[in-house]
C-alpha cells in the first residue's frame, strides 16, 4: 500500500528512473529522509513516529517489491549481481536476519579486519616466496567470524541506542527480529568455529589469539566511556598484525611486528574517523561518544598526524624485515592514497565519508601487494649480490 502511494505521487521524471531500474536507490534515500527524526517534526511539519515508519517502510515486505525492479532492466533482462548484500537477500528467509547481524551484507569491515593479517603473513614468508595460501584461507575464515562475533556483541550491547538511530535501527537486534537470548546462542556458534581455526595454528598462537578476546568483549564499551572508542577499535582490529607473524614463523619478531601493529593502529584511527562524522549528529543525541566528536573541526590535522605515524611505522617495520625496493615504491603511493583521502574529504557529507571510508580496503591491497613483490625481489637482490661475490 504505502509503496503504491508513494510512486502515484511521483513526477515523470522519477517514473522514468523507477522503470530505469534505479527505484531502489530513490526508496532508498526516501526512507532515509523519513527516519531522519524521530518523534520530531519533519519539513512539512508534519510528526513522525520512527518507530511506525520503521515498521511500515523499512520492513522486508514493502521494500522486496520495489527492490525486484532493480533486478529487471527495461529490455526485460534480468541483470545478474554477485554482491554480498545479494548473496544475503538470496538466503533463506530465517537465515537472513543472522546474515545481517554478522554483517555479511557489508563486507567492508572483514576486509578492514582481514587486510593486517596478510600484511603480516606476506612478511615473514621466506625470501622470494609467495604468501602461504593455506595461511591466508586460515585467517580470512577467521576474519569472517571474528567480525561477525564483533558485530553480533555490538549489537547487543548497543540496542537500546540503535533503536534511536536511523542508520542502525533496523539491525535485527534493535528491530526485534533477533532476541538478545537468539543472538547470544549465535555468538556461542561463531566463537565456537573461530576457536577451531585458531587452534590449527601453534601453541605460541594460540595463546596469542586467545588474548585478543577481552578486547573483543569491550571495545562496544568505550564510546560510552572516553572519546577515543576508534583507538580500541585500532587494538582490537590489528591484532592480526601480530598473529599472521607468530602462525608463520612460531613467535613474533618485534622489531617487526610492534611496528606493523602500531601502523595498523594509526590506519584504523584514520578510517574510523572519518566513519563516524557520519554518525556524529546521532551520536550526540544518544550520548555516545568518538574522535569525530572530540577532533571536529581539527579533524584533518588530526588524520595528518596519524597519517605520518603510520607511515613511519610501515619504514620501520620494513626496514627491520629487510624488505626492498618495490615494498617503499609501494609505501610512496600509500602516502600519497592518504594525503589525498584526507585532503579532499568533506567531513560534513555523510556519503563523501563513506566513499572515502571504504576506499581504504584498496589502500590496504596495494601494501599487501607491496609487500608480497618486496619479498620476491629478495631473492633477485641476493642472487646478484652471490654473483657478485663469486666474479671477485
Known amino acids: 500500500m504505502l509503496p503504491a502511494k508513494l510512486t502515484s505521487g511521483l513526477p515523470l521524471n522519477a517514473l522514468r528512473r523507477i522503470h530505469d531500474g534505479t527505484i531502489y536507490h530513490c526508496v532508498y534515500s526516501l526512507s532515509n529522509c523519513l527516519l531522519k527524526t524521530e ?70 569491515g572483514t576486509w578492514l579486519l582481514y587486510l593486517p593479517c596478510t600484511w603480516s603473513i606476506a612478511l615473514a614468508s621466506d625470501p622470494g616466496c609467495l604468501p602461504h595460501l593455506g595461511m591466508l584461507t586460515l585467517f580470512g575464515t577467521g576474519a569472517l567470524l571474528m567480525r561477525g562475533a564483533g558485530c553480533t556483541i555490538n549489537d547487543m550491547w548497543d540496542k537500546d541506542f540503535d533503536k534511536k538511530v536511523a542508520r542502525t535501527a ?30 590449527c595454528l601453534n601453541y605460541y598462537s594460540i595463546a596469542l589469539g586467545a588474548a585478543s578476546l577481552s578486547l573483543v568483549v569491550t571495545y562496544p564499551l568505550m564510546k560510552r566511556i572516553t572519546y577515543w572508542p576508534q583507538l580500541m ?70 588524520l595528518s598526524g596519524f597519517s605520518v605515524a603510520m607511515m613511519s611505522g610501515l619504514v620501520a617495520a620494513g626496514v627491520n624485515a629487510e624488505q626492498t625496493l618495490p615494498y617503499f615504491a609501494v609505501l610512496s603511493t600509500v602516502a600519497i592514497h592518504l594525503t589525498h583521502q584526507i585532503y579532499t574529504l568533506d567531513i560534513n557529507k555523510p556519503e563523501d565519508c563513506w566513499k572515502k571510508f571504504i576506499s581504504n580496503r584498496n589502500l590496504g591491497l596495494l601494501l599487501f601487494l607491496g609487500i608480497v613483490a618486496g619479498n620476491l625481489w629478495k631473492e633477485r637482490r641476493e642472487t646478484l649480490l652471490q654473483n657478485e661475490g663469486a666474479v671477485r
Open 39 to 108: 518523534g520530531g517534526r519533519t519539513r512539512d511539519g508534519l510528526h513522525s513516529d520512527s518507530s511506525v515508519l520503521r515498521r511500515v517502510f523499512c520492513s522486508q515486505s514493502a521494500i522486496r517489491p520495489l527492490l525486484k525492479l532493480h533486478d529487471t532492466q527495461h529490455y526485460g533482462r534480468r541483470s545478474f549481481s554477485l554482491s554480498a548484500a545479494t548473496i544475503v537477500n538470496s538466503a533463506p528467509a530465517p537465515v537472513q536476519p543472522y546474515l545481517r547481524l554478522m554483517r555479511l551484507d557489508k563486507p567492508i
Open 170 to 199: 533496523t539491525r535485527p537486534i534493535a528491530s526485534g527480529e533477533i532476541s538478545r537470548m537468539q543472538a547470544l546462542v549465535f555468538l556461542g556458534g561463531q566463537l565456537s568455529l573461530a576457536l577451531g581455526v585458531l587452534l
Open 233 to 302: 577499535l585500532g587494538l582490537t582490529f590489528n591484532w592480526g598484525a601480530l598473529l599472521g607473524w607468530s602462525a608463520v614463523q612460531g613467535s613474533c619478531d618485534w622489531s617487526v611486528c610492534l611496528p606493523l601493529y602500531f601502523s595498523g593502529v594509526m590506519w584504523t584511527l584514520i578510517y574510523d574517523t572519518i566513519y563516524a562524522h557520519q554518525d556524529k549528529e546521532d551520536d550526540v543525541k544518544v550520548g555516545v561518544k568518538s574522535t569525530a566528536l572530540r577532533f571536529q573541526e581539527q579533524t584533518k590535522p588530526w
